[in-house]
């Protein structure tokens, strides 16, 4: 479409203003990204830590228990029947256990993983986008 001396309504300032928010505006989201992934590490790295304890807790609890509960079964037995004794030192060793594990899992329960600085900015970001928008084309 061309006026009447052949050239675009198309052409000249709004056009290179537009293009010119079109690229800030990729260049924000581009920068968001970025926040949005050091964010999310830096939120990850305690979540991964309670999940190492979680993790190493059970094991500990279970390579653990195996010889204490030998030890608490031999000495048991001499006051109680063997199957009593093995009764009363497995479940202590399980409760230490899943006591343990209850405490990390809690820990994982409270971290929120959610990059909110990044969705903050996100917010700041479209309501500069519309305000550079409406401002350009009035």
Known sequence: MTDSNGS???TGG???QLLGIASDGMELIRQEARLARQETIEKLTPAA???GMV???GLLATLGSTYL???VVRLLETFMPRWLASLVSGAGMTAGGLA???RGGRELQEMSL???KTIKSL???KTWIIRQIKSRLI
């Open 123 to 125: 917010r700041e970001d």
């Open 114 to 116: 959610v990059p909110e």
């Open 55 to 57: 993790v190493g807790g």
């Open 49 to 51: 830590r309670s999940t």
């Open 69 to 71: 509960l030998q030890a």
């Open 100 to 102: 343990l594990m209850q």
């Open 8 to 10: 675009s309504p198309y």
């Open 14 to 16: 709004t056009v290179a």
